[in-house]
């Protein structure tokens, strides 16, 4: 995903990365860019607020048990799997 504009962060970085920026796992320099980024990109900044729904959507729900590592890496590394299937052209989203 990319609006075509040139930017010092490349929106797909920004997006693998906008799970670790929610929770705030990343360090401040890092959390500057990524900010910075989605102040100037219209489409990272609709992902990022889609992304935020969808974790405080399941904090609502789910925030009150503690999940095993090993099962947030599996869900983790499958979103991204879907992603990457999504921008590749390989995975169809249904309406």
Same mark, same amino acid.
């Given at each position: 995903?990319? =609006?075509?504009?040139?930017?010092?962060?490349? =929106?797909?970085?920004?997006?693998?990365?906008?799970?670790?920026?929610?929770?705030?796992? *990343?360090?401040? &320099?890092?959390?500057? &860019?990524?900010?910075?980024?989605?102040?100037?990109?219209?489409? =990272?900044?609709?992902?990022?607020?889609?992304?935020?729904?969808?974790?405080?959507? *399941?904090?609502?729900?789910?925030? =009150?048990? &503690?999940?095993?590592?090993?099962?947030?890496?599996?869900?983790?590394?499958?979103?991204?799997?879907?992603?990457? &299937?999504?921008?590749?052209?390989?995975?169809?989203?249904?309406?």
């Amino acid at each position: 995903m990319s =609006c075509g504009k040139p930017h010092e962060t490349d =929106c797909s970085d920004v997006l693998d990365a906008v799970y670790s920026y929610l929770d705030g796992e *990343i360090d401040p &320099q890092d959390r500057a &860019q990524i900010r910075v980024h989605l102040e100037e990109c219209g489409p =990272c900044l609709a992902e990022y607020g889609l992304e935020e729904a969808v974790k405080k959507l *399941i904090a609502k729900h789910c925030g =009150c048990e &503690q999940v095993p590592a090993d099962l947030r890496s599996k869900v983790l590394n499958r979103i991204e799997e879907v992603r990457v &299937q999504m921008v590749e052209g390989r995975l169809e989203v249904a309406d």
